[in-house]
């Protein structure tokens, strides 16, 4: 969707957003497109990139604040699609940070021996929860996912350091309230000020918010890393503002070509902005192995995060057309086993229908079970 769409939508020009923004398009899903099924294509990717089969997964973390779902987690939907039985799942919510939230808890894992293998997915579908009429916010965001895995390894590389921190005192000026929200807060406040499932923002309060941590952050992550600001090769930041980029540059006062900026193309894509700009960066050729890369997040909640990172090349540990048949046979079996569960769901259904004397069979039930009429039996 360029900014000559959006001028059909609300009250805007392309002029006034490439201005304050840096915005000239943004990717919107379709309807048949999901959180989970844009991170299913991006998990796919990472599998191939890594070489290594859905069965090696220990663990996947999806970070999105727009799943399509309360419970189940779209990254046990993702889990289940890909097939990777070995793997714990779960979602991460920390806005446009939760990619670096999700970077650090991975590696920590690893650190830890828990796991060999994590796959971190970052996967929004902003357009589903933006108000097209506040051009405040429709003109910014826009869909996609990215992945990458990480994998243990005994060489010191990789994840070298994670910085996380958080201010709920700032949690009002950026928000997408859900209907739990109606037993906390004054249900006035709530349909005036702000639409459920919608996203609200106090941008003025983002941009001084974001233009002050950035750097901050940076910087001791930096330190815990033991890495001077002159050995970084590339700073990764959440997609959200040219304008933010620039500051952030000047206030580190460095070379704003050393920050990895794709926005233009995608917009604001909250967690998934991160992995989409390494994936360019890579493509691009300007991530090169022993590199010092820092990724920077900041988003509502307040939450803020960097990780800094060593970039290596993975090493092979099978052939890979090998690797590549085990993968799509093992997507093939996902498909026929969710196939022939609701083939059997519907034939139960059948046959219960079918069933002779079924009254007859429910009163005997009754007479049987002392829990049908709706008390709890002592373990439920």
């Known amino acids: 969707m360029t900014n000559e769409e959006l001028e059909a939508l609300v009250s805007t020009n392309d002029a006034w957003i490439r201005a304050r923004t840096g915005i000239e398009k943004r990717r919107i899903a379709n309807e048949q497109e999901s959180t989970a099924t844009l ?3 991006a998990a796919q990717n990472a599998l191939n990139v890594a070489n290594i089969v859905p069965r090696q997964l220990d663990l996947i973390i999806c970070c999105t604040s727009t799943a399509e779902n309360v419970f189940p987690a779209s990254a046990s939907l993702i889990q289940g699609w890909l097939g990777a039985t070995a793997a714990g799942a779960f979602d991460l919510s920390a806005a446009c940070s939760g990619f670096v939230y999700g970077v650090q808890m991975g590696a920590q894992a690893i650190a830890a021996g828990d796991a060999d293998h994590v796959l971190v997915i970052g996967s929004e579908t902003m357009s589903r929860v933006l108000d097209w009429q506040d051009r405040g916010t ?39 309230p859900n209907i739990a929200s109606i037993g906390v807060s004054n249900p006035a406040i709530l349909t005036q000020e702000h639409k459920l499932y919608k996203m609200h923002m106090k941008g003025s309060e983002v941009f001084k918010f974001a233009t002050r941590v950035i750097g901050e952050c940076i910087q001791e992550s930096l330190a815990k890393a033991s890495v001077s600001l002159q050995d970084v090769s590339m700073i990764i930041p959440h997609q959200a503002n040219l304008r933010i980029i620039k500051a952030a540059a000047r206030s580190l006062r460095v070379d704003e070509n050393r920050f990895m900026c794709n926005l233009t ?26 590199d010092h890369v820092v990724l920077v997040g900041f988003g509502g909640g307040l939450s803020w995060g960097a990780v800094t990172l060593k970039w290596g090349s993975h090493t092979e540990r099978a052939p890979i057309r090998l690797t590549k048949q085990r993968r799509e046979l093992s997507y093939l079996m996902v498909r026929w086993r969710m196939r022939s569960r609701k083939l059997m769901s519907r034939l139960r259904s059948l046959v219960q229908r079918s069933r002779p004397h ?4 429910d009163r005997l039930r009754r007479r049987m079970d002392p829990y049908q009429d709706g008390d709890d039996p002592p373990f439920a």
């Open 39 to 41: 991170g299913l294509k």
């Open 265 to 290: 193309e995608y917009g604001n894509t909250s967690a998934a902005s991160i992995p989409l700009a390494l994936c360019d960066a890579v493509e691009q050729g300007r991530i090169h192995s022993g």
């Open 138 to 176: 429709c003109i910014l965001f826009g869909d996609g996912a990215g992945a990458i895995v990480l994998r243990a390894s005994e060489q010191r590389g990789g994840v070298l350091s994670g910085v996380l921190r958080s201010d709920g005192t700032g949690g009002d000026m950026l928000g997408i």
């Open 358 to 361: 079924r009254g007859r069979v």
